[in-house]
């Protein structure tokens, strides 16, 4: 058993929970506000434990499943080996489904931040679609230049992000309203939930990084588990302070003006200046144009990855361009067509993800514990609850978010 000393235990756990936190927390972070004014500051914070705990269960249930497996092996890998060729075809449907959608849904927010700085700052009206493709031609190219370039630039890009949120958050802090979260009008109504369950669970979608932590760390159950939670209790403090700057300085009753002007993340920006100075308008404009950015890289890399391996184009100039069109134009052409679908793009990533990233590591738990009955090195928390009651919470996502797209819930308009 290899031994580590305090420094590197600390920065191992360090290393993994900020995998964990990054690949979680990022745009999506950004309609919670939006989709959460039906329910409003109180049953949002509810939500949000919910969906932490929902969420993180499921990443510990494919941490013991993934630890039968040799380091290095995916995702897609032990479905394949564990639940068969159907489910294996059905999660990968749903991993393009998600990529896809999450693409398209940075696409439409990137225009709209953008559109909203040059309209604050050069009082410039540009068109979001034009604003859009701009965006997204610009990060496009990042990806299609090299993986190291989207390294590089994403760390950039996180630093400045973290700077911006911090300086931003602080100021909508200062400036809250905090009669404007509690009473009254404010009150908020439990029947919203049901619209933005799939939202937050794609705001703790971080699933398919469980392989990359156990390839990192090793096959030492304890400590990824620790950064399992660490981390997405990182998450969940950054969600909360967010949601209680949003709603501290924005009334609820704003929020239908926001909805009914698109719903984007520029439309959030452009309500929040009113109540905010200009050095801090400018930091939470920079902020959410990074979040945006940052999460357009990380999951257009990945589905450009994923669609090279599929389509079998190699790691040239030629190969990379065809990767390129068929990963980037659907999601760029869906953007110039539908330039506000930012918030539904979201929760159609969340009806998806409740596939791969819940009920798939509850099935795969339930194979893994029926072939494995002798006790491993990790068990994940909750005994023989966990099962069922991730399988319950997957397909509540999937039933909710259907209903609400037919609008046979409620919808805060």
């Keep these: 058993m290899i031994r580590y000393t305090f420094g590197e235990t600390f920065q191992r756990h360090l290393g993994g929970s900020m995998m964990v936190a990054g690949t979680a927390i990022g745009a999506g972070m950004l309609g919670l506000p939006m989709i959460s004014a039906g329910m409003w500051y109180g049953w949002s914070a509810v939500l949000l434990f919910v969906s932490w705990f929902c969420m993180l269960r499921a990443s510990q249930a494919l941490l013991e499943v993934n630890l039968h497996f040799e380091r ?7 479905v394949r080996e564990t639940l068969g060729p159907v489910w294996s075809a059905v999660n990968g449907l749903s991993v393009a489904f998600v990529l896809y959608t999450l693409v398209y849904a940075y696409v439409s927010g990137g225009g709209s931040v953008v559109a909203q700085s040059l309209a604050s700052t050069f009082h410039i009206e540009a068109p979001r679609t034009l604003a859009s493709l701009i965006f997204s031609l610009l990060l496009t190219g990042c990806v299609w230049w090299s993986s190291k370039a989207v390294d590089r630039f994403s760390i950039v890009m996180m630093g400045g992000m973290v700077i911006t949120f911090l300086l931003s958050i602080g100021g909508m802090i200062d400036r809250a309203q905090w009669s ?7 009150g908020g109504e439990a029947v919203f939930i049901f619209g933005a369950v799939s ?8 699933h398919a990084s469980v392989p990359s932590l156990i390839k990192y760390l090793g096959k030492d159950g304890r400590t990824i588990n620790a950064c399992l939670r660490n981390g997405t209790l990182v998450a969940l403090a950054c969600y909360f302070v967010w949601i209680t700057a949003a709603d ?13 002007a698109g719903g984007n993340v520029g439309d959030l920006v452009a309500a929040s200046g009113s109540a905010l100075s200009g050095l801090i308008l400018k930091m939470l404009e920079t902020f959410s144009l990074l979040a945006v950015a940052t999460s357009f890289l990380g999951a257009g890399l990945g589905l450009f990855d994923y669609m090279a391996d599929l389509c079998g184009f190699d790691d040239s100039r030629l190969g ?3 990767t390129m069109l ?3 134009v659907p999601p760029m052409i869906c953007g110039i067509i539908w330039p506000n679908g930012f918030l539904p793009a979201i929760g159609w990533a969340g009806l998806a993800a409740s596939v791969w990233s819940v009920i798939v590591p509850a099935l795969l738990l339930r194979a893994c514990r029926r072939a494995h ?5 990790y068990r994940t928390p909750g005994g023989a609850t966990t099962v069922p009651m991730l399988l319950v919470y997957g397909i509540a996502v999937a039933i909710f978010h259907t209903l609400f797209v037919f609008d046979l819930l409620p919808m805060y308009r």
Excluded: D, Q, W
Excluded at 180 to 186: A, D, S, T
Excluded at 199 to 206: A, D, G, K, M, V
Excluded at 373 to 377: A, G, P
């Design 199 to 206: 939202t937050y669970l794609t705001s703790f979608c971080f």
């Design 326 to 328: 068929i990963t980037f």
């Design 180 to 186: 404007n979260l509690f009473g009254g009008e404010n």
């Design 248 to 260: 501290g300085i924005i009334p609820r009753a704003e929020f239908r003006n926001i909805i009914a």
């Design 72 to 78: 290095g092996h995916s995702l897609h890998t032990m």
């Design 373 to 377: 009955e002798e006790e491993t090195s």
């Design 320 to 322: 990379r361009t065809k």
